[in-house]
C-alpha cells in the first residue's frame, strides 16, 4: 500500500513506541500516548495537519490520533483490528481453534513478566508462528528481520507494552 501511496503522497511509516527500532521505554504504551508520540512527529516534521492510515494495532493508535487531535488530522483510514478494543463486547475464552490461533497472544501479551520468561532465546518460534498465522506468507528474510529486532536485549517488554496498557487504552 505505501508505494501506492507514495506516488501522490508523502509517505511516513512509523515504528510505534517499544516496536522496531524506537524507543523502548517502560511505559506510555496506551494509545492516548502512542497518539501523542505521533503529533510531536508530525511536529518535528513539520506538519501541522496530516491524514493517517492505521492497521492492527495502528488501528486504536490512529483512532485515538483522530479523536484526541481532531484539528491535526485531515484524513484517517482504519483497517483490520480484531474488535476494537471498547467498540463490541470482547470475544469469549473459548473460541473455535481458527479464530483462537489469531487471537490468543492478545492476553498472552497482557500478562507481567512471564511472556519474556517464556519467549527469550525462542523469539523465532513466537513471533515466527505470529507471522505465519496472522495472515499472508512473509518472506524469510523478512520474518528473519524482524525476529533479529525483538531478539536484542529490552525489546521484548517493549513489543508487550501495546496490550499490557489494554486497561487504558479502553
Known amino acids: 500500500l505505501m508505494p501506492a501511496l507514495a506516488r501522490d503522497f508523502e509517505v511516513i511509516a512509523v515504528d510505534q513506541r517499544g516496536i522496531g527500532l524506537s524507543d523502548k521505554p517502560a511505559d506510555g504504551y496506551d494509545t492516548g500516548t502512542l497518539a501523542a508520540d505521533l503529533v510531536a512527529l508530525m511536529d518535528a516534521l513539520g506538519h501541522e495537519r496530516f491524514a493517517v492510515a492505521g492497521h ?12 484526541d487531535h481532531p484539528d491535526r488530522v485531515d484524513r484517517v483510514a482504519l483497517a483490520e483490528i480484531p474488535g476494537p478494543p ?14 483462537n490461533d489469531r487471537l490468543w ?6 500478562v507481567e513478566n512471564l ?11 513466537f513471533f515466527g508462528y505470529e507471522f505465519a498465522i496472522q495472515g499472508g506468507k ?18 521484548l517488554p517493549g513489543s508487550f507494552g501495546f496490550y499490557r496498557s489494554l486497561d487504558t487504552t479502553l
Open 56 to 67: 492492527d494495532t495502528g488501528f486504536a493508535i490512529s483512532y485515538a490520533l483522530a479523536a
Open 138 to 155: 512473509l518472506p524469510d528474510e523478512v520474518v528473519d528481520y524482524y525476529v533479529r529486532i525483538l531478539s536484542e536485549p529490552g525489546v
Open 115 to 125: 511472556p519474556e520468561q517464556l519467549v527469550a532465546g525462542r523469539e523465532d518460534v
Open 105 to 110: 497472544h492478545l492476553a498472552f501479551n497482557r
Open 86 to 99: 471498547g467498540a463490541a463486547p470482547s470475544p469469549p475464552l473459548f473460541v473455535p481453534a481458527p479464530l
